[in-house]
């Protein structure tokens, strides 16, 4: 069954750690995305990736880091040093090229205490 | 850098209804894609237009690309309560086209 899988679906951390988000894809995607989604507000882009071992700065990286070491996956760490992390995360790959659609995961929401 | 907009934020309709989202980017665009995300789910694409003027339909849904390709527009015709959801917009980026950029959405409801 191919798609996109993040987990877990729900995340709580207390405040000061490091967490990280896993995002694997099995539709040969060469391309990866996270959002950050909060209530009522669209998607910002927080990274993205079109190629193994590259990945670029979206709109609002500050906190957060990345890696891309292996073409299915693409794990986002939310670290202390993101001042307001709770929110709903979402993560899309594409086959690559601006002509194709996105496919997103479920989502996880987590929650900093 | 380059926004993509839309409006109005959110939108309330009686069932049967016609509804009508805006979306407007600071750039031209070399395409537009828009997206559904339900209640409680994630996005979904829907469509992509890459013509200039471009119409397209899906049933209750028309979706249109400007002349200059800096704005779009979805229609629903008699919206149902299964159309209920927020409606993305989406760009390529300007340096990047692998960027993808998302308008705020427009959050739809629907009363029966």
């Known amino acids: 069954d191919g798609g996109i899988t993040q987990s877990p679906k729900y995340l709580f951390r207390k405040e000061g750690q490091n967490v990280t988000l896993s995002c694997e894809q099995n539709?040969?995607?060469?391309?990866m995305y996270w959002y950050r989604q909060d209530p009522g507000q669209g998607l910002r882009l927080i990274y993205y990736?079109?190629?193994?071992?590259?990945?670029q700065k979206g709109d609002i990286a500050e906190g957060y880091s990345v890696s891309r070491e292996k073409k299915e996956s693409f794990p986002l760490t939310v670290t202390s040093a993101q001042k307001n992390p709770t929110a709903f995360y979402l993560c899309?790959?594409?086959?690559?090229?601006?002509?194709?659609?996105?496919?997103f995961g479920q989502g996880t929401r987590l929650t900093v205490v | 850098g380059q926004q993509v907009m839309q409006i109005p934020q959110y939108q309330h309709v009686q069932e049967g209804e016609d509804f009508t989202t805006y979306c407007n980017s600071s750039?031209?665009?070399?395409?537009i894609q828009w997206y559904k995300q339900r209640p409680g789910g994630h996005p979904v694409f829907l469509i992509q237009?890459?013509?200039?003027?471009e119409v397209k339909k899906q049933k209750r849904l028309t979706f249109q690309f400007g002349e200059a390709k800096k704005n779009s527009s979805l229609h629903i015709t008699a919206t149902q309560t299964t159309d209920v959801g927020t409606y993305f917009c989406?760009?390529?980026?300007?340096?990047?086209?692998?960027?993808?950029?998302f308008g705020e959405g427009t959050q739809l409801t629907v009363n029966p």
């Open positions: 899309a790959s594409r086959a690559g090229g601006m002509n194709t659609e996105a496919f």
């Open positions: 237009l890459v013509k200039s003027g």
């Open positions: 989406a760009g390529p980026g300007e340096t990047s086209g692998s960027r993808l950029t």
């Open positions: 539709l040969n995607h060469d391309a």
């Open positions: 750039t031209t665009l070399s395409n």
């Open positions: 990736s079109q190629i193994v071992n590259d990945f």
